[in-house]
Every structure is written in C-alpha cells, then in structure tokens.
C-alpha cells in the first residue's frame, strides 16, 4: 500500500506564502509522475502542478509565476512552494502520486488564504 504524508497547509494573509510537503512510501524508480491538486468547496479537483519522474513540470495557468514544484529524490518527497497566494488560493490540497500507471492521493491540508 502506497502511503502520502502531507504537511504544511494552515491560514495565511493575502499576499503571504505556504510550502506544502509531501512524503511517499512509493519505490522512488516505479514513481511516474507526482503531483499537488486542490478542491475548493462547491468546485471539482483540479490540477494545481505536475512533476514527471523526467522532470518535465505542468502548472495550472492560475498559479504558473507564483508556485513552483519540485521533488527530493532523496527524501522521496514532492514540495509546493506557494507566493503571492490569493483568497481563491483556497482549498483542500492533495498529494498525487502516479504510481505503476494508479493514481494514489494523501489525505489532504487545508490551505485558507484570509486577512
């Protein structure tokens, strides 16, 4: 069973920044992509970013100049760094982890931008 640890979401002001973290048990050579998406209430998951295990990144046009990915292969963990976040910035976010062709998902982190 493939476990996703998340940490790192919590209330910020508009204009502040968040890094989320997130850890796998996943065996790091069978990893085929990992990745953050985010549910805000009353709305459907969507994509927030993906890192291939070839390194190739994908951004959701909403966040792309203010968040970055990016992965440890040491510590098989997969981090979102967030600026400049904004009251829709909202939401539930997940860890996603492509994983022999499955999809796996952590248990989520708040992420509440408010002043």
């Known amino acids: ?6 940490s790192g979401g ?4 508009p204009g502040g920044s968040l890094r989320l973290s997130c850890a796998t048990s996943a065996r790091r050579s069978r990893i085929n992509a990992m990745g953050w998406y ?6 459907q998951r969507e994509l927030v970013a993906t890192i291939t295990s070839g390194g190739s990144l994908n951004y ?3 966040v792309k100049g203010r968040f970055t990915i990016s992965r440890d292969d040491v510590k098989n963990t997969v981090d979102l760094q967030m600026n400049s976040l ?9 860890c996603n982890v492509l994983y022999f062709g499955l999809n ?3 248990q989520g982190t708040q992420v509440t931008v408010s002043s």
């Open 10 to 13: 919590g209330l910020v002001q």
């Open 1 to 6: 069973q493939v476990q996703l640890v998340e």
């Open 60 to 62: 959701a046009d909403s």
């Open 86 to 94: 904004k009251p829709e910035d909202t939401a539930v976010y997940y």
């Open 104 to 106: 796996y998902w952590g």
């Open 38 to 43: 985010r549910q805000a209430p009353g709305k």
